[in-house]
């Protein structure tokens, strides 16, 4: 008997799929008036979900109770580096 569970998986995986791809197809559309749409990806090695907002840093250890373990990753450098991620790129549109 198969399980359910797999079928379910690979829908979700499919849906990831046609959301990236609609996502690449947009970051390469002209959106008008000279400009294209750009997009950026980056990953923090070693983040968890709540490494991108302070709480880490005004509460480890509701952090850490929230996201379901510590983080691998150091939560100022952490935010320093994605404040700086973001000042540059509006500095550069």
């Not at 959301?19 to 690449?24: A, N």
């Not at 490494?51 to 952490?78: E, F, H, M, R, W």
Request: with cysteine.
């Amino acid at each position: 008997m198969t399980n359910p569970w797999n079928k379910k998986r690979q829908n979700f995986a499919d849906l990831q799929l046609q959301v990236q791809q609609l996502l690449d197809e947009l970051a390469k559309e002209d959106i008008g008036a000279g400009f294209q749409a750009a997009a950026y990806t980056v990953h923090f090695q070693g983040a968890k979900h709540l490494s991108l907002t302070d709480l880490p840093l005004v509460s480890p250890l509701l952090a850490n109770i929230l996201q379901g373990g510590k983080a691998d990753i150091d939560p100022y450098y952490c935010i320093e580096t994605e404040n700086e991620l973001i000042l540059k790129f509006f500095d550069s549109t």
